[in-house]
């Protein structure tokens, strides 16, 4: 596995923007495909968006797409999320995560096997 911190998170008004940044351990960073997800207050964990390990062929949940971007630096071993227009329903704890090798390229979570403790990203009204 691959340990992974988050970081960037905080409080936000609507409108507004973040940039969230998740550093990687290990030396084959450039391999993994990463993928951001986020968990509000009583709902469950949801995905947000991957970025291979070209930095090509994006996908982006449909409630975030327009508004955020996922991106990545191989040569600093990090992975990024963009977030403009702010709303307060993207209240939640953001997640990075990596999809375990070998595994095709997917939205579902459980295909992912290391994750970051999170970083809390509050939009206030």
């Known amino acids: 596995q691959v340990q992974l911190v988050e970081s960037g998170g905080g409080l936000v008004q609507a409108g507004g923007s973040l940039r969230l940044s998740c550093t990687a351990s290990?030396?084959?960073?450039?391999?993994?495909?990463m993928g951001w997800f986020r968990q509000a207050p009583g709902k469950e964990r949801e995905f947000i968006a991957y970025?291979?390990?070209?930095?090509?062929?994006?996908v982006y949940a449909d409630s975030v797409k327009g508004r955020f971007t996922i991106s990545r630096d191989n040569a600093k071993n990090t992975v990024s999320l963009q977030m403009n227009s702010l709303k307060p329903e993207d209240t939640a704890v953001y997640y990075c995560?990596?999809?375990?090798?070998?595994?095709?390229?997917?939205?579902?979570?459980?295909?992912?096997?290391?994750w970051g403790q999170g970083t809390q990203v509050t939009v206030s009204s």
């Open positions: 290990g030396r084959t960073f450039s391999m993994y495909t």
């Open positions: 995560a990596r999809l375990r090798p070998g595994s095709t390229y997917t939205r579902d979570l459980l295909r992912y096997d290391s």
């Open positions: 970025i291979p390990w070209s930095g090509s062929s994006t």
